[in-house]
């Protein structure tokens, strides 16, 4: 991309400008070295982390993930995974913004079964009036419903993350239509979130008008974790380009890209 | 008394406040969030927090995640 355009092109989310549309989980890596260079390796500036029970007595010295993802560096996005209902969604956003010295932006995901692990959304939809009234910025992990997510909007999500496929399951958008719908109709970010398996996914989403795309698996489970953070970095700016530059008609039939004019036989 | 600290029922001194707790607990200055009975205790009320019998506390902390 040009710097004319990066310049220009950035991702605005909760009034602050990002120039990665690349947004990584943190789960699933080998340790927290590979975790920490994978992340670089995206290029990714908005990371999400779990909250979860402290380890007491053994253990107590291991490394923090906010150790080799500092605050200060990355935009932390705690998500509320393994949460099945309003108030445990509720009340960890409510951990992760005292944890995280009044840090106002959450992910919110209310969770309504193991087997798809598929959104909840009429919990989704109450706890987002409830952390929206709070004073969160609240990024709503949602279904690839159009109606919903004018709904979420609504309520004042500041994005809206529709998923691609169900959570770590690497399929692929398998509903673009509705994603393009998604796009068209809102006015705040949308991102898709879970469900991208390799590059081509991403730069689909990005095709389709995504403002960005969430992931973790399809990097910590690819066989090089590195190499594919710096593939879906290149898929993210290669369909992000192509939606910028508004791609041809597709047609049934060919159209030669070669002159008739002076053809000699 | 007893308390549960992240499920598990432990003997405390009694009237113990969080502040104290945390240092018995070698987590004083980390990074962590604290809850009893499902409500947030904020960081700035440990050393006058008192906790009672059979108080739940939650001690939480980031962790890798998606």
């Known amino acids: 991309m040009t710097t004319a355009t990066q310049n220009s ?77 309003v108030d445990t969604a509720v009340r960890t956003c409510r951990l992760a913004r005292e944890l995280l010295d009044g840090h106002k932006l959450v992910k919110l995901e209310v969770l309504g079964d193991q087997q798809t692990l598929f959104p909840d959304v009429i919990a989704t939809l109450k706890a987002a009036e409830i952390l929206v009234a709070d004073g969160f910025d609240v990024m709503v992990y949602t279904n690839d419903d159009p109606i919903v997510a004018r709904e979420l909007e609504a ?13 770590g399951s690497g399929l692929g958008i398998r509903n673009p239509l509705n994603i393009r719908t998604i796009v068209e109709n809102a006015k705040v970010p949308v991102l898709v979130d879970a469900g991208v398996g390799t590059a081509s996914d991403a730069a689909v989403a990005m095709e389709l008008g995504c403002d960005g795309v969430l992931m973790n ?36 039939f060919a159209s030669a890209s070669s002159p008739i004019e002076g053809l000699f036989f | 008394m007893q308390i549960e600290i992240n499920g598990d029922r432990t003997e405390v001194a009694e009237a113990i406040t969080m502040a104290e707790l945390l240092e018995q607990l070698a987590l004083t200055g980390k990074r962590l969030a604290v809850e009893v009975n499902a409500e947030l205790v904020p960081r700035s009320r440990f050393a006058e927090h008192r906790l009672a019998a059979d108080d739940r506390v939650e001690i939480i902390h980031a962790v890798g995640g998606g």
Do not use: H, W
Request: aromatic share 4%.
């Open chain 1, 217 to 252: 698996t399809a990097i910590a489970a690819a066989k090089d974790p590195l190499l594919m953070a710096s593939a879906m970095r290149k898929g993210i700016e290669a369909g992000r380009e192509a939606y910028l530059a508004g791609r041809m008609p597709a047609k049934r």
């Open chain 1, 9 to 85: 092109d950035r991702l605005v989310i909760a009034g602050k400008e990002y120039n990665s549309r690349l947004l990584v989980g943190t789960g699933k890596y080998q340790d927290m070295d590979e975790t920490a260079r994978a992340i670089d390796a995206s290029g990714a500036e908005i990371v999400t982390v779990a909250v979860r029970r402290t380890n007491l007595g053994q253990n107590a010295d291991e490394p923090n993930i906010l150790d080799v993802l500092p605050p200060e560096r990355y935009t932390i996005l705690p998500n509320t995974a393994g949460c099945f209902d």
């Open chain 1, 155 to 167: 309520i004042g999500c500041c994005a809206v993350m529709p998923l691609a496929a169900p959570i």
